[in-house]
């Protein structure tokens, strides 16, 4: 008795207790369940059920601005109209001042038809009103319980106000993100487009586009009846805004050189036409500028085959403004210096058999290096390049940059290259190599090789993107190569004069000379391919290419024609080059020379 | 107070609950607790207070939800006039789109006789020296910025320029064009024959 006494309450308690624990522990396991396990499944299923309200917060795509942050494309709203045609087939009553309904003798109120509201819509859409009025005439027709049709796509907002002023309740309106260029075509084919779903198809619209893109948001909160939100019940994920993308383009200078390529090219008669401008000591691309460019505001204006960069996408055999880098090559490697000659005929069997003529007759003479590359003699390079043995002048060729693409990474840019390895080439190809043949590169990889030996022997990856703002204020620069030292600074150096000679003492000298300015540079008449195993019978790729001031380089401006038919050859971009250039001093308050080009001996 | 009363000692008056306890123990050794007098009227004043503690924060809190209500009144008539403001402020960006572009401004520089295209020439400050040729400048433009417009925008084709309003980037064009290919039809005349304003 006494031990039940003692024991059976004690006993009771503990097992009270651990009933009570039991319980506990079962609701703190149901607990975690519910607010930690499947937590976002109730809170999901909550919003569904809540009168809540869930919105997309939308954001912003990034803009693109230019060198100087003037911007080239901004994001925008446009709308869509759309209608219920079932509604709208029933008119609207009629009402006064007052907003009462106006009755009409008979006491039913007055109502005002479809096609007079119609002719409203027409009237700010710019619409006819016979074509406003059968969308829902026609609809109705076809399914009177129709409830939705298009009025108008991509309206502007002005248009937009005034329909919603005009209060009709079977009117609605989408917002469409869209984008706007306000320089239009100035650098279009380097800013690409959109389609109209809002999806970048060209140019860095689509390259940058992990850039550009916006991350959308969610907005949920509960509603009251009378559609005011209830506080306290809002849960926003912010969305976050794209970047803004700027590039190295300086639009002012790009639509200057856009204007003359067009002007130009049409001048000359020629297929298309393209000016780069390369600052030398970065390698970044101030104006990359051809015809034809696109609107970016309104791409179907274009040809489809005008819509992208040509510029960025053809490859050609660069010709003579290539032969400065058989003259590095020999000067590095064959022991030549400026003042080295070889007796030049203007046409020459070769040991091996090969055939190598220049392009005007001319009597032999002892040519120097800097005479071969005034003079731009095939034969005169050949006979140098023979100092070197294939594979040196093919490394020195790859080290330029041939066959290895740019750091642009360009949507289609081809890498170019060789035809063929050095312990293939054909007795041909062993002396086509030394003058611009026999490989392919594309005008950004000429551009670069000046801006080489502009450079004092480093290039600088070539670069149109200058930077990425994030909406949180994190600038990201591009992951360019490092610079890459091709030559000695003492042979770049010696290069250059010889290019300021081909600028003072070659046949272009009167036609491109800046008062003031010292320059260098090297014309090209590239033969294109006929896709047949030849060449097209007189029509070429003409180039001309060069930096100034040649004392103290600060720009490279390379310019192109495609099959230039007024002028065949590269004397067809004399005018275009020095427009160019001049534009390029002036447009960067580029000082005078103070000293003369020091005239090579061209004979010996 | 209620110990001071039944004459116990001073310390029980830190004790007010259990002073009369003790006191009655000497009587009974069990009864029902009893509540005198002097113990109901503390009870209801700490009842009073803790209703009107309860009522005060019913009423705070109504009051702060009816603000915030009205608040979300404000900001829904805020928010309203914020996406008008947005919508102005969307038309007058349309409205101006396009008219800094380069191409606008150097068709409108060419309408007033600007040249561009020049070999820059300096005057150094510290010596009166000119660097460069030193030429005077061609009066003809490098490019021609407005009669062979080249590179469109379509946000202010036919826009007139503000410079010379009866030409545009590519209108002016047009109407020469038009012109050519059907002399026979006259230009529409809308504001009557321009007349020299004298006085």
Known sequence: MTTRATRSPRRRTVIALMVVLIVIAAFVVRLVDIQVVNASDHISESQRLASGTEITLRGTRGDIVDADGSVLATSTLVYDVGIDPQLAAQGIKKRDADGKVVTGADGKPETIAWPDLAARIAAVTGQSTEEVTAIVVDKVAADPTSQWAQIARYVSTEVYRELAALDLPFLTFTAVPSRSYPDGAVAGNVIGFLNSDGEPLEGVEALQDSCLTATNGTLTYQRGRDGVKIPGTEVEKPAVDGGTLALTIDGDLQWYMQQLIAEETSRYNADWGGIIVMEVATGKIRAFAETATVDPNDPGASESEDRASRLARFSYEPGSTYKPITAATVIEKGGATHLSSVLVPSRKVFDNGAVINDSELHATERMTLTGGLVRSSNVAMSEFGELVDPQTRYDYLTKFGVGGGTALDWSGEPSGGFSAQPQDWDNQTFYTTTFGQAFTVTATQVASVYQTIANGGVRMPAQLVESCTEADGTVVTPDLPEPVRVIEKSTADEVGLMLENVFAQGTLADDVKIDGYRMAGKTGTAQITNGKGGYKKNLYFTSLVGYAPAEDPQYVVLTVFDEPKKERMSSANRSVYKKAMTQVLAHYRIMPSESETPLLPLTD | ?199
Do not use: C, F
């Open chain 2, 1 to 199: 107070m209620s110990a001071s009363a039944l004459g116990t000692d001073v310390l029980s008056s830190a004790l007010p609950w259990s002073a009369p306890a003790r006191s009655e123990d000497q009587d009974r050794r069990l009864h029902a607790v009893g509540s005198g007098a002097h113990t109901k009227r503390p009870t209801l004043m700490y009842g009073l207070a803790a209703v009107a503690g309860a009522l005060a924060i019913a009423g705070a809190q109504m009051g702060l939800s009816i603000l915030t209500t009205q608040g979300s009144y404000e900001l829904k008539e805020l928010t309203s006039q914020q996406r008008t403001v947005e919508w102005q402020k969307q038309i007058l960006q349309d409205d101006v789109a396009g008219l800094s572009s380069p191409q606008y401004l150097a068709a409108n520089a060419a309408a007033l006789g600007m040249v561009t295209g020049q070999p820059p020439s300096y005057l150094r400050l510290s010596d009166g020296e000119v660097i460069g040729s030193g030429k005077a400048a061609s009066s003809t433009s490098s490019v021609q910025a407005l009669k062979k417009a080249a590179v469109t925008n379509s946000l202010v084709s036919g826009v007139p320029l503000v410079t010379d309003p009866d030409s545009s980037l590519d209108a002016g064009v047009a109407a020469d064009t038009e012109a050519l290919i059907d002399p026979a039809v006259p230009l529409a005349v809308a504001d009557g024959l321009p007349t020299p304003k004298t006085h």
